[in-house]
């Protein structure tokens, strides 16, 4: 495999100093795929919001990789597989005229970009045990039995949140060095995490259960202002088949995308994966965008933040669009 210092040249792709992921476990795999080529560079974690309102600008240069993310003009590498951050014909063009590097594929994370274009240049056989559950919580391919036998890799996508940066950045470290998953889940330092993840697991199925309801086939689960998250596989999971998809609601009213402990209001939008032929029927995404020109993210999974006038105006045109899906937000 060669000197890690010189795969990136033997690749023919860019030297870069730090990297900016989604602080998910999609976005922590694909930083830990590249810094195991660049063990010095910086890693920063963040979210869609914060690059989309410019709040991470100065952080961005010719010398940063960005994953899992939505495109920046000026970064030097940009990775990522989600349809609502690729940059059109003209914006790639400019970006790699300008000296950036574009790796843009359909991929099922943009952790799997990631390990596909460097694992012919680097030993990343550690990652082969986690990269096809990342592949399918990333894309909706997680079956309702693995989802509700909470295996301890979910727990482990659980446990992330930029509330814990020392967590992330152990966990991103022991990934980028070569440690073997069974290693990471019974590190003293990663296991407290893990069990606390599956604690909160049920305080969220409570909120869940208490909150949801379901309106013409969308389960409208209300998690704002409750201290719980979670993503839309425990929503559609309790919905069964009484619901095509879910929208969540997280957050606070006085929350700020600045303030990890207390977020602003968002929603996110998922299909029922657990329905045959969930996904594929209708572009959630519409929803994520139709009032926040930042929001995105996959057809099938994606998420805005709350606009003026506010929560209950934001629902209404949501229900109103998916009311009228067949024409809003059919994909077929």
Same mark, same amino acid.
């Given at each position: 495999m060669g000197d890690r210092s010189s795969v990136l040249q033997k690749a023919g792709l860019p030297?870069?100093?730090?990297?900016?992921?989604?602080?998910?476990?999609?976005g922590l795999c694909a930083a830990a795929v590249l810094k195991s080529v660049n063990p010095e560079a910086t890693v920063h974690f963040a979210h869609a919001a914060l690059v989309r309102s410019g709040s991470l600008d100065h952080l961005i240069d010719r010398n940063t990789a960005m994953v899992d993310l939505p495109f920046h003009p000026n970064c030097g590498w940009y990775l990522d597989h989600h349809q609502t951050n690729r940059p059109?014909?003209?914006?790639?063009?400019?970006?790699?005229?300008?000296?950036g590097t574009c790796h843009w594929e359909a991929t099922p994370s943009a952790a799997r970009l990631a390990y596909d274009v460097l694992s012919p240049f680097i030993d990343l056989s550690h990652l082969e045990e986690i990269m096809p559950v990342v592949d399918a919580l990333d894309?909706?391919?997680?079956?309702?039995?693995?989802?509700?036998?909470?295996?301890?890799?979910?727990?482990?996508?659980?446990? #992330? $949140?930029?509330?814990?940066?020392?967590?992330?950045q152990?966990?991103? *470290?022991?990934?980028? =060095?070569?440690?073997?998953?069974?290693?990471?889940?019974?590190h003293p330092?990663?296991?407290?995490?893990?069990s606390r993840a599956k604690q909160e697991r049920h305080a969220a199925q409570m909120v869940v259960e208490k909150h949801t309801t379901i309106i013409d086939r969308l389960a409208v689960c209300r998690m704002d202002e409750k201290g719980v998250r979670s993503n839309?596989?425990?929503?559609?999971?309790?919905?069964?088949?009484?619901?095509?998809?879910?929208?969540?609601?997280?957050?606070?009213?006085?929350?700020?995308i600045d303030t990890p402990e207390r977020p602003a209001l968002s929603a996110s939008f998922y299909a029922n994966s657990f329905l045959p032929n969930g996904q594929g029927?209708?572009? #959630? $995404?519409?929803?994520?965008t139709a009032l926040d020109p930042t929001g995105? *993210?996959?057809?099938? =999974?994606?998420?805005?933040?709350?606009?003026?006038?506010?929560?209950?105006?934001?629902?209404?045109?949501?229900?109103?669009?998916?009311?009228?899906?067949d024409e809003t937000l059919s994909i077929l």
């Open positions: 030297h870069f100093k730090s990297i900016i992921a989604d602080s998910d476990l999609d059109d014909e003209q914006e790639e063009k400019a970006f790699i005229a300008d000296g894309s909706g391919q997680i079956s309702r039995e693995e989802f509700i036998e909470d295996g301890p890799i979910l727990q482990l996508s659980r446990s #992330l $949140s930029m509330r814990e940066p020392e967590h992330m152990r966990l991103l *470290g022991m990934l980028a =060095a070569g440690t073997r998953l069974v290693d990471v889940l019974a330092d990663i296991a407290p995490h893990v839309g596989y425990l929503v559609t999971a309790w919905a069964g088949d009484k619901a095509d998809a879910c929208c969540i609601v997280h957050g606070y009213s006085d929350g700020s029927r209708y572009d #959630l $995404s519409r929803l994520a995105g *993210g996959h057809a099938n =999974a994606c998420g805005c933040r709350i606009q003026p006038p506010g929560l209950d105006s934001n629902l209404e045109v949501w229900l109103e669009m998916w009311a009228n899906r």
